[in-house]
Structure formats: structure tokens, C-alpha cells
DNA sequence: TCTATTTGCCTATAGGTATTAGGCAGATGC
DNA sequence: GCATCTGCCTAATACCTATAGGCAAATAGA
């Protein structure tokens, strides 16, 4: 009976890899046993449960995430930091698919109220900064980055814009200069 | 032994109730059979697999989903027709939940390219007929736009707009005069 | 109407996953 | 060096998917 060394930590870390390699539905408990040759049941003395492992893995893509945005924000406005945060998510989860599907996991309101989920959102709030919008207008915006960067990424993963012309990247670039217009020209209501 | 009088049109026409009921991934064999008083294994005469029954029900909501639409459009354009679309999808999702679930459900290509998924395709692009679009803007355009609703309506199913000023249908509104202004003012390379 | 065939739903069975309870043996502390 | 703790194990329960083979109800043919 050799001592592994499991800790809730690592198997969160190892189920995130796993996530990337197998997709984030098959990241289950036995699976995951199995990677560390360890049996089922002894996962159960870090982990309350398989949706614990799931929120862990979505909780670590979401502080990932909003790190990275983070740095790309840094030093940038306007259309260049519109892009750099684009780009963020669009090159997280081309890289770490299963971790990008976990991040768009539902978690329980307490949970995300905890989580890097609210960095997100001040960060997109942090690109309107270098536009000229109200403050209910903000919001409106903010929402219309998050539809369109999650909408576009899950689409584009869902293999969706693969077999057409053009390809993925010219229409991402065409998006991201729609958006810029529409944010420097934000219609009345 | 009482037949029941099972079919694969009936069981997946069930599965999509039960899908709206309890939510997409609690749709299962076991719990569709349950739903007639028979045993899971008599299922199998009628579905290949339950990832038979969960495509079918993806192809079911795909299909609805193409005949609203359709229905919607018919008579509009302009902007007109792009909001009877937008709220189509937004409509659909919030009246059937776990059928909106399932077509988002990743389909093989041949199973896509049958599928009603196709006809959505061609419903956006008949809303662009109403602006003024070169050929490959139109396809850029037609990816913005699924990728506006779907992002939008999969945010806002999550919960994600709940719980803060200004409510969700304002901003919808506002996010369809934008796209409108967006299509109508398509930025050159 | 009676018989023969089809076929719908059943039982039995095997294997996978989640989860809990209780046990033994390494690791740790004094 | 001994006692305690704690990590991983075995055992057991309860689902779920899926296949094989059986019996009886429905259907067709005479």
C-alpha cells in the first residue's frame, strides 16, 4: 500500500489535464483514479463528490482565464485591449479545451460570486473605459463582449466555421473591428 | 404484459418533455423508460444508444427550431427580420430549455449536414439580403450573428444577467439595435 | 376461426460510475 | 519506541448502459 500523495490540489490539476485530453465529460472520478493508479473510493478523502472535482477544475480555468486577461490587459486601450482580451479566450480554449468547457460550467450563485468570474466581468468593463458610453450602456456592452467572445469560441470549438470559406481567424478579425465600430458608434435607444 | 405501444418518434418526442422537465443531461434510458412503466432494456428495440436518443431529440429541437424561424421571417426584412430571428432562438430556449440544450449538442458531419442545422444557416443569411453585404462580409456576418444569439442565450440561460440592473430584455433590445447598426455601417478591412 | 409467424416487452446478466462505511498499515508526534 | 493519525484499501449499495434470449400478444394467411 504505497502512499501516492494525493491532495485536492493536484487531483483538481489532474483532472483539468484530463479535461484537456479526454473533454471535460469524461472527467469522472474513476477516470481519474485510474491516472493516479489509485482505487475509486480513495478519491473520496479530498473530494466531497464528482460535481466537486467539476466546479474545482471549472474555479481553476476561471482564475487561469482571468490571469491572463489580466496581462494581456495591462498597458493597452481601446481596440488594441479589446482584441488582447478576445484573443485571451479564443487562444485558452483552442490550448485547453476541456478547461474552457469547465469555465462555462453553472455554478451556484455563492460559488460565483467567489470565483475569478467577477474579474471577468471588470475586466470587459475595464475595455469600455476607452470608449465613450453611459453607464446603462456599459452594461449593455459588456454583455454584448461576453456574447459574442463566448458565442463565437463555443461555435468555432463546436467545429462550426471549419469546412467554409473564409477561414476562422479573417472572420474573428472582422468581427473584432465590427465590435470596435459598434462600441465607437453605440446607437441611442 | 401490457405493450404500450412504443416507437422511436414517440420515445424521443418524450425524451424532449423530459429533457424540458428535468434537463438535458438528466435524459437517460433508464429514466425515459420509467416515464412509460417499462423496463430500460425495452428501449433497445426502439433506440440504437442513449447517444441515439440524445441526437434524436438534438434533431427534433433543430427542427423546431427551423420551422419558427422560418415561420418568422416570412414577410420581414431588415431589421425587422433580424430581431423576429433573434427572438425565435431566445424564445425557444426560454420555453424549452433542455430542447435548446440538445441542439447544442455537437453532431457528427454527415448527421449535421442532414440535419436541420443547415437551414439555419440559410435563414441568417436571407436576413443579410436586407443589407448591403459583399460575399465574404456576408459570411463574417452570418458567424457574428449566431454567434451573438447563441452567446447570449446561453449566457442568459445560465443565470448570468439575473441578478443585475438593467434587466435582460433591455439590454436584448439594445443589443439588436446595435447588430442593426453593425450590419447596416459593416466596417471595410 | 384457427394456426403460424412476427415482434414487443420481459428477465437475466455483465460492466461502468458514484458514493459510503469500516479496516489496516504507513507516516507522524511525543 | 510507542501511540496516534491519516491515507488508501476492501466491501457494499445503487444507478446507468447495453446485449442475449424468452414468452406472449398482435398480426397474417388459410
Redesign the interface.
Known amino acids: 500500500m504505497v502512499r501516492v500523495g494525493l491532495t485536492t490540489e493536484r487531483l483538481i490539476r489532474a483532472g483539468a489535464e484530463l479535461a484537456d485530453e479526454a473533454g471535460f465529460d469524461h472527467v469522472t472520478v474513476a477516470a481519474l483514479a485510474r491516472r493516479f493508479d489509485v482505487k475509486t473510493a480513495s478519491l473520496y478523502s479530498h473530494l466531497k463528490s464528482s460535481q466537486d472535482l467539476k466546479t474545482g477544475i471549472a474555479l481553476l480555468a476561471l482564475e487561469e482565464l482571468a490571469d491572463r486577461g489580466a496581462a494581456a490587459l495591462a498597458g493597452r486601450a481601446g481596440k488594441d485591449a479589446l482584441a488582447a482580451l478576445a484573443n485571451v479566450y479564443r487562444d485558452y480554449a483552442r490550448e485547453h479545451p476541456g478547461r474552457y468547457a469547465a469555465a ?1 460550467l ?1 455554478l451556484d ?1 455563492e460559488t460565483a460570486a467567489a470565483s475569478a468570474g467577477v474579474r471577468h466581468a471588470q475586466m470587459t468593463r475595464a475595455i469600455l473605459r476607452g470608449y465613450d458610453l453611459t453607464e ?2 456599459q ?2 456592452a459588456v ?2 463582449l ?7 469560441v ?2 468555432e470549438m ?4 471549419s ?4 477561414d476562422s481567424q ?2 474573428w478579425t ?2 473584432l ?2 465590435l ?3 462600441l465607437r ?3 441611442a ?1
Open positions: 462555462q453553472r450563485p446603462p450602456d452594461t449593455h454583455r454584448l461576453g456574447s459574442v467572445f463566448h458565442g463565437y463555443s461555435l463546436g467545429g462550426g466555421f469546412h467554409s470559406a473564409p479573417e472572420t472582422r468581427i473591428d465590427a470596435d465600430a459598434t458608434n453605440w446607437p435607444p
